[in-house]
């Protein structure tokens, strides 16, 4: 059974040039203890749809969805009061930039223990120790020492342990990190997606990982969602859609990716920007990037069909088996 169902999600932004239509039509689902990725380029949507499942879209952005529930509770319906313990005691989140997310005056002791007391009504001496325990988690060396430190006597990675233990505190049954590696060097990355990778075993949660890494994406998830211009136009299994992209988008991303095995090769690029959102032209929003087009492109807007076993794709040059560019 699917923890989190997401229905035709939109998400809407009135401004002076016309409606941003920044997430237009995503369905999705994330199972109990599954890691679903989220892909694309800056600006495709992938934030703001994490935003929306939690309805912190900043006004005047509007959320509207044919279904949107998390462990039988209805996202969209719920009142305020129900939507902050949600956030606090069943979902946790993990932004890109600790430092901003921690407050800078108070120590990491007195960030962690006011949510344990607060969301978990813990006594000042369990929540001492569940701190302590929390960070020795994530890999924190002297624990208890460190609870008398502040954000800034820690190093990026060490703060970014930081903010897991505390979206991991309250025990949750989901957890959404977006772009929670970007601003680390390589060698922190690989270790905090090792830290991840045995906690979402050990604790059995749920994980939406949102990236523009597609190779922190292939070590980490079981399926992807690619997304561009507010939709997702492929997903499926991730080695089945890193191995045999179906969507022209998706082959672009792949062949724009540094790789060992390429050393010399000129880096492929998606020549061209993203679309106009506020201007939809009723046709796949990547025509006029796309190099795999065919004459059906220029006709119609292409739907997600079954490209493979659990395997979706929105592209008529796969429907119509033009495959020269795929991958195979």
């Known amino acids: 059974m699917s923890l ?33 990725g989220f892909v694309g380029e800056s600006g495709s949507g992938k934030s703001i749809t994490a935003l929306s499942l939690l309805r912190l879209v900043p006004k005047p952005g509007r959320i509207t969805a044919d279904g949107m529930r998390f462990a039988g509770t209805d996202l969209l319906a719920a009142t305020e009061r129900d939507l902050r313990q949600l956030r606090t005691r069943q979902i946790g989140v993990v932004f890109q ?10 120590t990491i002791g007195r960030q962690l223990t006011e949510t344990l007391r607060r969301h978990l009504g813990l006594s000042g001496n369990e929540a001492r120790k569940r701190a302590v325990e929390l960070l020795d988690m994530v890999g924190i060396p002297l624990a208890a020492k460190r609870l008398a430190s502040y954000p800034h006597e820690f190093s990026g990675g060490m703060r970014q342990r930081v903010m897991i233990a505390i979206a991991l505190s309250c025990n949750p049954r989901l957890l959404i990190a977006d772009e929670a590696t970007t601003a680390l060097d390589v060698t922190v990355q690989a270790q905090i ?8 075993r050990e604790l059995d949660i749920a994980v939406i990982w949102i990236s523009h890494d597609l190779g922190l994406v292939a070590q980490l998830c079981d399926r992807v969602s690619v997304m561009y211009a507010g939709r997702i136009v492929e997903s499926g299994p991730v080695r089945q859609v890193f191995r045999q992209p179906s969507h022209a988008y998706t082959v672009g991303l792949i062949a724009s990716t540094p790789r060992l095995d390429r050393v010399g090769h000129r880096l492929s690029t998606i020549e061209g920007l993203p679309p106009d959102t506020t201007r939809p032209t009723g046709l796949c929003a990547f025509l006029p990037r796309c190099g795999l087009s065919v004459e059906r492109c220029r006709q119609a807007h292409p739907e997600p069909r079954p490209v493979g076993p659990d395997h979706l794709a929105a592209c008529f040059a796969h429907e119509g088996r033009l495959r020269e560019g795929f991958p195979q």
Do not use: Q
């Open 193 to 200: 997606v090792e830290l991840l990778r045995t906690l979402i």
């Open 97 to 106: 930039d600790p430092l901003r997310s921690l407050n800078p005056v108070l």
């Open 4 to 36: 989190l169902v997401v229905e035709n999600l939109r998400t809407e932004f009135p401004t002076g040039r016309g409606l941003v239509r920044a997430v237009d039509g995503v369905s999705f689902r994330v199972d109990a203890g599954e890691v679903l």
